[in-house]
């Protein structure tokens, strides 16, 4: 009976070691949001593993890593910040001092800040630095390109010895960038009224590239007052504003309201997503159906 019982137990002792996944004999860098692991993983093809800190759905704005995710930054080779979003304000302090030996580099170095301040219906995030930084950089075809500079400059500094191959890549994805860029503008030659409402401005840069004025629900990362949301609804009819921008990590209920009021289109989109070059067309064709 105990031989039996000493099989049984080596079975399944065998049984769990086999089903334990295998740490992955790639060295590890890790970014903040899903649009730099789509640009990390272009650059670096199968030479790194790219994990992402903010799960998909999830503002980086409030996300607090959880205790398993810290545990894993050691095994990381380097960080690649994209600069200001609230989670990095946050966290990366914490996330240096307890990895001194981590390599941290800035996807946004070079890139021009564009500043805000919170009034009216100007679109300000409320998660700023002290600077009044707007931290939404990856969300134009034109920051891209200075983001995929950076992100060579570092796997160059990390692995000097396959530089040539992140220089190939980084020609291709340039290109991938430039014809998501000549997309975009042609779609938004069609854009006659040259304005949209968002709650949460992450479109700023896309705007500003394009020629295109955003004005956010949100004010100052706040809810409107009654005031401030009848304020919008006569600006959007005074401007003819036809489309309304909602993601799945705010609450819609007052881009509802205004949809309601003005007859405007409430079109769901995700700045956040992996597939960014998909995500900046997609959000033009939806501007250049007005």
């Not at 640009?39 to 790194?48: G, H, K, P």
């Not at 600077?131 to 000097?160: C, E, R, T």
Request: one cysteine or more; a negative charge; charged letters at 25%.
């Amino acid at each position: 009976m105990r031989k039996n019982k000493v099989l049984l137990f080596f079975s399944c002792f065998l049984f769990c070691v086999s089903c334990t996944p295998k740490k992955s004999d790639k060295k590890i860098i890790t970014v903040t949001i899903e649009p730099q692991r789509y640009f990390a993983e272009q650059l670096v093809d199968s030479l790194f593993e790219i994990s992402t800190m903010v799960p998909p759905g999830i503002s980086p704005e409030t996300y607090d890593p959880s205790p398993v995710q810290m545990a894993k930054l050691a095994d990381s080779e380097a960080y690649f910040r994209i600069g200001q979003i609230g989670f990095e304000l946050a966290w990366m302090n914490k996330i240096q001092k307890n990895n001194p030996s981590l390599k941290i580099f800035d996807n946004s170095e070079d890139i021009a800040f564009i500043t805000s301040e919170a009034h009216d219906h100007d679109c300000d995030s409320g998660d700023h630095s002290h600077s009044g930084q707007d931290p939404h950089v990856w969300s134009s075809p034109k920051s891209a390109f200075i983001i995929a500079q950076n992100m060579y400059n570092a796997l160059v500094q990390l692995d000097k010895d396959n530089e040539e191959a992140y220089r190939k890549n980084l020609t291709q994805l340039n290109l991938k960038i430039a014809e998501t860029d000549s997309i975009v503008s042609s779609l938004l030659s069609n854009f006659k009224h040259r304005s949209f409402i968002i709650y949460h401005p992450a479109l700023t840069y896309f705007a500003y590239d394009y020629g295109l004025t955003q004005y956010c629900i949100e004010i100052g990362g706040k809810e409107p007052t009654s005031e401030q949301l009848k304020q919008l609804i006569d600006l959007s009819k005074e401007k003819s504003i036809k489309t309304i921008f909602i993601q799945q990590e705010f609450d819609k209920k007052n881009a509802e309201i205004i949809a309601k009021e003005t007859g405007s289109n409430l079109v769901v989109i995700n700045p956040l997503s992996y597939h960014w070059d998909k995500e900046m067309i997609r959000i033009a064709e939806a501007l250049s159906y007005e």
